[in-house]
């Protein structure tokens, strides 16, 4: 009876949606749940995620069951955890294309605890940080712009990179940039780009 309640409410899920075990617990106890949700991951109708969450899986033709959305699932994680979280700068570098390095591993700054969690078949770390100006406008393209400068320093932030910052975000974003609680660093190199402009 659980067991079919529980599938007709995942049938309303999207296909990639990220779901959790807690979105059932209206429905029974929670050991009855888990075991549930995990004879679905072995008849393969969900896959896990990561610890407690699920997804119905989008097939493909080439190349079978699509890999959930690492954001997605580290998102849903922080949001349950009530923490803060923000790209890390060697991924907002590439995410600018302000380098054509490619990270090796997934990494996220948090508010939270320094932990690896196991995101499908993938590692993903967190690493904490106190300073909250890291963590600004976190989720944001804005907040990518600072995680990227916070990575490549003083020395590596050049008028080059802030205008090219400048044609990723749009006016409003950019003067939020312009307003945002930065070093004076990065105030000054933004100030005498726009100067140059």
Known sequence: ??????????????????????????LGNRANIDKILSRLVQQGEIERAARGLFFRPIKNRFVGNVPVQIERVIHIISQQNGETIQVHGAEAVRQLKLST????KTVFYTNGATRKIKVGNQEVQMIHTSNQRKLLYAGTKIGLVISALWYLGRKLVTSEVIVKVKAYLSDEEFMFLKNAN???WMHNIINKTELQL
């Open 101 to 104: 390095q490619m990270p090796t």
């Open 1 to 26: 009876m659980i067991a079919q309640k529980i599938k007709n409410k995942i049938q309303l899920i999207e296909k990639g949606e990220v779901f959790s075990s807690r979105d059932f617990l209206s």
């Open 182 to 184: 930065l070093t004076t």
